[in-house]
């Protein structure tokens, strides 16, 4: 592990160019020393995309390349899902007999609550990511190793979905259920909210399978309530609240609002949150003796 660097200090992003500016040195800083010390033998991270609101995951292998990685509003991504799954980074059967060292990782703070819930899943170990970490003073469970800059809080989001639930929270349960069946019956089952989750990297997906089919294909109303009730209960208590699959979506499913209730709920019920602590037992993998709920012995 290199030694702990604190560039917090350099790059105390308010969400100005500048201050991103800060944080592409950092990165670029810390890439080219990893990479030159031969610690790592790449850096993922992000660079320009093909129009200047997006960006473009990559990896850079070579000291020369540096100036590829990016930083700014525009780098969304949860990069972790990179890591996983039957063709991530550290998981890919033919990838781990070639791979020597660790991947160097540019991690927003969503990204690095993904890193801290892979890692309770026992996905990988710890020494097999260098965590360049970017933090807005929200629990993020691991430390990043090199910590390249700060950012804020996306407040304006944290505000649209607690609007979102308290709408949501008001209405009769028959008003909410037409409400999210009106939402499903947009889906187009593209899966791309399925493709961008970290959490996602089951080999073989249930919505793929066909013998047994358990979720037909086509789209409609059932179809589509059958395969977003299924993805959602598949995340609870895992998910991290990163909002890519929401971002993602064609549709303009609000699948956060979703997320963020489910969230609620496992917070209630066993005092869990996802991502905060990598020590951490997760929720539903937890068996309470005294829970009045547990069936009881035959
Ligand atoms: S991304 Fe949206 S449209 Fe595509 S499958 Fe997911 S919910 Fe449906
Ligand atoms: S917000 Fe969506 S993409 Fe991100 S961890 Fe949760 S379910 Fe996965």
């Given at each position: 592990m290199p030694e702990k660097t604190r560039a917090a200090d350099l790059c105390t992003c308010e969400g100005s160019p500048m201050e991103a500016a800060a944080i592409t040195r950092s990165i670029r800083e810390a890439a080219a020393d990893l990479l030159g010390r031969g610690v790592v033998d790449a850096v993922l991270g992000y660079s320009a995309g093909w129009r200047d609101e997006a960006a473009t995951p990559c990896v850079v292998t070579r000291v020369e390349d540096v100036d590829q990685l990016v930083f700014g509003a525009?780098?969304?991504?949860?990069?972790?899902?990179?890591?996983?799954?039957?063709?991530?980074?550290?998981?890919?059967p033919y990838r781990a007999a070639q791979r020597k060292r660790p991947l160097a990782v540019v991690a927003r703070p969503a990204t690095m609550r993904a890193l801290t819930g892979l890692l309770q899943e026992h996905?990988?170990?710890?020494?097999?990511v260098i965590i360049l970490g970017i933090t807005d003073?929200?629990?993020?469970g691991v430390e990043p190793d090199i910590q390249v800059g700060v950012i804020p809080e996306d407040a304006a989001r944290n505000a649209r979905i607690q609007q979102q639930l308290a709408e949501l929270e008001a209405m009769t349960p028959e008003e909410r259920w037409a409400w999210w069946e009106a939402q499903y019956?947009?889906?187009?089952?593209?899966?791309a909210c399925r493709q961008v989750?970290?959490?996602?990297?089951?080999?073989?997906c249930i919505a793929d399978?066909?013998?047994?089919?358990?979720?037909?294909?086509?789209?409609?109303v059932t179809n589509n309530r059958m395969w977003n009730t299924i993805r959602v209960f598949h995340l609870i208590g895992r998910?991290?609240?990163?909002g890519e699959c929401e971002r993602v979506c064609p549709a303009d499913i609000p699948l956060g609002v979703l997320h963020a209730k489910m969230r609620l709920e496992v917070e209630e019920a066993f005092g869990y949150v996802a991502g905060?602590?990598?020590?951490a037992l997760p929720a539903l993998l937890q068996v309470n003796a005294?829970?009045?709920d547990r069936p009881a012995k035959r």
């Amino acid at each position: 592990m290199p030694e702990k660097t604190r560039a917090a200090d350099l790059c105390t992003c308010e969400g100005s160019p500048m201050e991103a500016a800060a944080i592409t040195r950092s990165i670029r800083e810390a890439a080219a020393d990893l990479l030159g010390r031969g610690v790592v033998d790449a850096v993922l991270g992000y660079s320009a995309g093909w129009r200047d609101e997006a960006a473009t995951p990559c990896v850079v292998t070579r000291v020369e390349d540096v100036d590829q990685l990016v930083f700014g509003a525009q780098c969304t991504h949860n990069l972790a899902k990179y890591l996983v799954g039957p063709d991530g980074w550290l998981t890919a059967p033919y990838r781990a007999a070639q791979r020597k060292r660790p991947l160097a990782v540019v991690a927003r703070p969503a990204t690095m609550r993904a890193l801290t819930g892979l890692l309770q899943e026992h996905q990988f170990e710890r020494a097999d990511v260098i965590i360049l970490g970017i933090t807005d003073g929200l629990p993020v469970g691991v430390e990043p190793d090199i910590q390249v800059g700060v950012i804020p809080e996306d407040a304006a989001r944290n505000a649209r979905i607690q609007q979102q639930l308290a709408e949501l929270e008001a209405m009769t349960p028959e008003e909410r259920w037409a409400w999210w069946e009106a939402q499903y019956a947009r889906c187009i089952r593209c899966y791309a909210c399925r493709q961008v989750c970290p959490f996602c990297y089951c080999e073989q997906c249930i919505a793929d399978e066909n013998q047994p089919q358990w979720i037909e294909r086509s789209s409609s109303v059932t179809n589509n309530r059958m395969w977003n009730t299924i993805r959602v209960f598949h995340l609870i208590g895992r998910c991290v609240d990163c909002g890519e699959c929401e971002r993602v979506c064609p549709a303009d499913i609000p699948l956060g609002v979703l997320h963020a209730k489910m969230r609620l709920e496992v917070e209630e019920a066993f005092g869990y949150v996802a991502g905060i602590d990598v020590d951490a037992l997760p929720a539903l993998l937890q068996v309470n003796a005294a829970d009045p709920d547990r069936p009881a012995k035959r």
